[in-house]
């Protein structure tokens, strides 16, 4: 509810389609750099080079990480949200209930 409001949507939007452009130069430029890596270490036969290549290429960006915890906390505030609705669905009953015994 609160992220699919118009003031909110607009904003989210554009901040994950940034952290989804981000994610993938990213991981271009981790690629081609372990492609560079493995070139060298076969043209110098070098085995700590091939060893920097293959954990650089194993390794999980930290960008990934962020993006985690982004996505994990969006989850929670719609936890939040739905949890806010379904307590103000039980007061405007209760208020509805307590308006009728009165008139």
């Given at each position: 509810e609160i992220i699919s409001?118009?003031?909110?949507?607009?904003s989210y939007s554009e901040h994950i389609n940034f952290l989804q452009v981000a994610r993938s130069i990213h991981r271009s430029a981790k690629d081609q750099a372990v492609?560079?890596?493995?070139?060298?270490?076969?043209?110098?036969?070098?085995k700590t080079l091939a060893?920097?290549?293959?954990?650089?290429?194993?390794?999980?960006?930290?960008?990934?990480?962020?993006?985690?915890?982004?996505?994990?906390?969006?989850?929670?505030?719609?936890?939040?949200?739905?949890?806010e609705a379904d307590h103000k669905a039980w007061c405007d009953e209760q208020l509805k209930a307590n308006k009728l015994k009165r008139n």
């Open positions: 409001s118009p003031e909110v949507s607009g492609v560079l890596l493995q070139r060298r270490a076969a043209a110098l036969g070098s060893s920097l290549a293959s954990s650089l290429a194993t390794a999980a960006p930290a960008f990934d990480k962020i993006i985690g915890m982004i996505e994990t906390l969006i989850g929670k505030l719609k936890e939040e949200a739905a949890a």
